[in-house]
T-cell receptor, first 115, second 110 residues
Framework: DGGITQSPKYLFRKEGQNVTLSCEQN?????MYWYRQDPGQGLRLIYY???????QKGDIAEGYSVSREKKESFPLTVTSAQKNPTAFYLC??????????????FGNGTRLTVT | KQEVTQIPAALSVPEGENLVLNCSFT??????LQWFRQDPGKGLTSLQS??REQTSGRLNASLDKSSGRSTLYIAASQPGDSATYLC????????????FGIGTKLQVIP
């Protein structure tokens, strides 16, 4: 079955450490996205990528970095510069980036706790 | 920029009731709008993505662009429907920048 796999499900890190969250999709989708979800707030876009080797900042990119070396993979690194990294992180994909008729598909998320 | 509002924020109903979840958006120049279900600690599951697509026998989403509203109807609610329901409207240009509502947390009481 096609889908999006995020790993790990839970991640614990000490303050000051960088951490990388994995996102892999086998849907053959061109576009991939990273969102952050905090209690009482809507999902906020961190980074998105329309095609391989290209990505753009979303609304809250500071303290995060990404790469898109393969179509299937879009890892997110939470750096020590991110002031409040503890959150639920969601990866998504869509068939195309520039299309209204290209709905989002989500993974099951990674809950990151930084102490 | 697109703004999305979901009312109510939380809803508790007895099993069997028909109910309506609302989603309002400010930029009506959209093709469609997505509804999602989210269970606690899980990702988002898309319910539908078309303008007037029926999601299942009991769930039905509609979109009225002229009024800036989308409605998710749930007929004969069941305890298994308990979850948070989110709507997402694209900003101009498609889904690369989508605005999500905060969601409606639904509890269906047996």
């Amino acid at each position: 079955d096609g889908g999006i796999t995020q790993s790990p499900k839970y991640l614990f890190r000490k303050e000051g450490q960088n951490v990388t969250l994995s996102c892999e999709q086998n849907l053959n989708h061109d576009a991939m996205y990273w969102y952050r979800q905090d209690p009482g707030q809507g999902l906020r876009l961190i980074y998105y990528s329309q095609i391989v080797n290209d990505f753009q900042k979303g609304d809250i990119a500071e303290g995060y970095s990404v790469s898109r070396e393969k179509k299937e993979s879009f890892p997110l690194t939470v750096t020590s510069a991110q002031k409040n990294p503890t959150a639920f992180y969601l990866c998504a994909s869509s068939i195309y980036g520039y299309s209204y008729n290209s709905p989002l598909h989500f993974g099951n998320g990674t809950r990151l706790t930084v102490t | 920029k697109q703004e999305v509002t979901q009312i109510p924020a939380a809803l508790s109903v007895p099993e069997g009731e028909n109910l309506v979840l609302n989603c309002s958006f400010t930029d009506s120049a959209i093709y469609n709008l997505q509804w999602f279900r989210q269970d606690p600690g899980k990702g988002l599951t898309s319910l539908q993505s078309s303008q007037r697509e029926q999601t299942s026998g009991r769930l039905n989403a509609s979109l009225d662009k002229s009024s800036g509203r989308s409605t998710l109807y749930i007929a004969a609610s069941q305890p298994g429907d308990s979850a948070t329901y989110l709507c997402a409207a694209p900003n101009s240009g498609g889904y690369q920048k989508v605005t999500f509502g905060i969601g409606t947390k639904l509890q269906v009481i047996p």
